[in-house]
């Protein structure tokens, strides 16, 4: 039988909790790991930094997200999480001058287990993002590793099954399929150049 509880979401650019109190947190960077360096001051005002948190399991996304772009912080409500299947979650990070340009600067996607032999009876269970890789997750912030992701179920089907590698694989095929008709743009000018490298020093609204 499935049981449903509360889901919190605070941590590093990320938390959350299931039912019974159990609370999973989420720690995710605004940079990534070809970044050099970043100045910070570039997300905060008159810039707008927001984040989009989204569940599987026809849950949709999070609602009251609030980004504290100077602490590099994140947190959300996600009421009625139902567990005991593995879900996946998707963290979506864009940036907004003050004349309303926008970029998209990165996703980082994961499996979550939250079935009983994963959670057990813990009243907390963390997620470590902070370096994504797979098989635990996978950042994505370039036009290159958008369309290198997998391109059709079968591609995840010949993955052994209950593997990390093929939940990680189901993951990337569901945001593949919640962003078919409004596929992200990592590269906003075509330059070549990733929107979050342009962000960090501050060249992405010119």
């Not at 864009?94 to 813990?122: N, T």
């Not at 593949?176 to 501050?202: F, H, K, Q, V, W």
Request: charged residues 20%; contains cysteine; hydrophobic residues 40%.
């Amino acid at each position: 039988m499935s049981r449903a509880g509360t889901l919190w979401l605070v941590g590093l650019l990320g938390g959350c909790g299931a039912p019974e109190a159990v609370d999973l947190a989420l720690r995710i960077p605004i940079s990534w790991p070809q970044t050099g360096s970043c100045e910070l001051t570039h997300f905060r005002a008159p810039n707008v930094l927001t984040a989009r948190i989204t569940l599987s399991g026809n849950y949709g996304t999070c609602a009251d997200v609030r980004v504290d772009a100077a602490a590099l912080t994140v947190e959300a409500f996600c009421p009625e999480i139902t567990t005991d299947i593995v879900r996946y979650l998707c963290f979506e990070y864009e940036l907004a001058d003050a004349a309303s340009r926008s970029a998209d600067l990165l996703a980082i996607l994961a499996p979550v287990d939250l079935r009983p032999q994963a959670v057990g009876r813990k009243q907390s269970l963390t997620v470590d993002l902070t370096n994504p890789a797979p098989p635990a997750s996978i950042l994505i912030a370039t036009p290159t590793a958008y369309v290198e992701l997998p391109v059709s179920d079968a591609a995840c089907a010949a993955l052994a099954v209950d593997s990390p590698e093929r939940h990680l694989c189901g993951a990337e095929r569901w945001w593949l399929d919640s962003r078919a008709t409004t596929p992200p743009d990592y590269d906003r000018d075509d330059d070549g150049e990733p929107n979050i490298d342009e962000a960090c020093a501050g060249t992405l609204f010119p």
